[in-house]
């Protein structure tokens, strides 16, 4: 059974509704990403992180997964990686390569994240959201909040698996979140790390505003 919070309150002289109920979500769109094997709307896209798994359980290289372009250490050596250097100081524990940035269809105050891996696990290192009143922060970092961080791992042998990361207590300092991103590290992936979706689960918030009074 679904859990419904009703919170009341007014903005300006319009009175609003706030409901909070217990489900479940998947990613609902794609809105960045740092690089990626395939091409939009094609095999191996990033927008197939988008919606539910669509090869649950299925272990293997699928062109049905979302994929970035690199693995493993060999592009760090490459001349042209040369060129992209860090800004500033970098703290000891940023070990992210990729990431992905999604939005939510409904702000949610997350309690739980499932990342559905099809190949290669072990990858993600951080996870960051960003509350449901702020503009996708691309370019401020400091607008987003870290709500899990870990090291790469060197996983075998290859498996499907639901990684379910161990996320902060819900809380009065939790936000609502609108946007997720993901940053990953394949240095110690034997091949692609390949992923078929994220679940998001805790408490969805919908906003009503009464017009008519």
């Known amino acids: 059974m679904d859990l419904y919070i009703i919170h009341y309150f007014r ?79 970098t703290p000891s524990w940023f070990k992210s390569h990729d990431f992905i940035e999604v939005e939510l269809k409904d702000p949610m105050y997350i309690t739980q994240i499932k990342v559905f891996e099809t190949f290669s696990p072990g990858g993600l290192v951080r996870i960051l959201v960003s509350d449901y009143q702020t503009e996708i922060p691309t370019l401020n970092l400091s607008k987003w909040k870290t709500i899990w961080r870990g090291s790469p791992q060197h996983i075998t042998p290859q498996q499907y698996r639901i990684f379910i ?41 919908r906003l009503c505003v009464d017009t008519t009074a």
């Open 11 to 89: 903005m300006g002289s319009e009175e609003s509704e706030v409901e909070i109920t217990t489900t479940s979500q998947y990613a609902h769109l794609l809105k960045s990403y740092s690089s990626q094997y395939g091409t939009l709307n094609a095999a191996y896209s990033l927008q197939k992180i988008e919606g539910p798994p669509s090869s649950l359980y299925t272990c293997g290289d699928l062109t049905s997964s979302t994929v970035f372009r690199t693995y493993g250490p060999w592009w760090l050596t490459l001349p042209q990686h040369e060129v992209y250097k860090p800004i500033g100081r």
């Open 165 to 205: 990361p161990k996320l902060p207590k819900h809380s009065k300092k939790s936000i609502a979140v609108k946007y997720v991103r993901f940053e990953f590290n394949s240095m110690l992936c034997d091949y692609y790390h390949e992923l078929d979706a994220v679940e998001f689960i805790g408490y969805r918030l």
